[in-house]
């Protein structure tokens, strides 16, 4: 079975900044794509970032600028640094990865979310 926890999550003024973390545990023998969504109240679930296993990275216009996805596969873990947060970046976020994991299957994976929340 695996597992993702995510961290980081908080409150901070509009401005400021946060790293959040996602972490996989489990039997993994390899991670593709690693994903940030997140979701605001009252609103659909929303994809933020991407980074595939090789590294490639995109983001969602309303992002593009501020935050920045990176991994480290010896670890894996996945990261979305925020900076120049906005009240309307608060959200749960979700990690979201699709794992080979044994006999090569692979499972689509998500996180339980971490909340935050950006005051003006």
């Known amino acids: 079975q695996v597992q993702l926890v995510e961290s980081g999550g908080g409150l901070v003024q509009a401005g400021g900044s946060l790293r959040l973390s996602c972490a996989a545990s489990?039997?993994?023998?390899?991670?593709?794509?690693m994903n940030w969504y997140r979701q605001a109240p009252g609103k659909q679930r929303e994809l933020v970032a991407v980074i595939s296993s090789g590294g490639s990275t995109n983001c969602a216009d309303s992002v593009r600028g501020r935050f920045t996805i990176s991994r480290d596969n010896a670890k894996n873990t996945a990261y979305l640094q925020m900076n120049s947060l906005k009240p309307e970046d608060t959200a749960v976020y979700y990690c979201?990865?699709?794992?080979?994991?044994?006999?090569?299957?692979?499972?689509?994976?998500w996180g339980r979310g971490t909340l935050v929340t950006v005051s003006s």
């Open positions: 979201n990865v699709e794992v080979v994991t044994t006999y090569k299957r692979s499972l689509e994976v």
């Open positions: 489990g039997i993994i023998l390899s991670i593709n794509d």
